[in-house]
């Protein structure tokens, strides 16, 4: 919920699966994860996802 001091950010009406990826980047970034890092982590993370779809 807005107020008149506060505009309504255009991430609020993103799918969730754009809001999760912009924390997730600013949480790789915020914690300084060098890049070759966050990509192999997030492949393990995208793999172990994928696992746990394919069961359901």
């Given at each position: 919920?807005t107020?008149?001091?506060?505009?309504?950010?255009p991430?609020?009406?993103?799918?969730?699966?754009?809001?999760?990826?912009?924390?997730?980047?600013?949480?790789?970034e915020?914690?300084?994860?060098?890049?070759?890092t966050?990509?192999e982590?997030?492949?393990?993370t995208?793999?172990?996802?994928?696992?746990?779809?394919?069961?359901e």
């Open positions: 919920m107020t008149e001091n506060q505009p309504q950010s991430l609020n009406d993103a799918p969730k699966s754009v809001q999760l990826a912009v924390d997730l980047i600013q949480l790789l915020e914690n300084n994860i060098d890049t070759q966050a990509i982590a997030l492949q393990i995208l793999n172990d996802f994928k696992r746990k779809q394919q069961s």
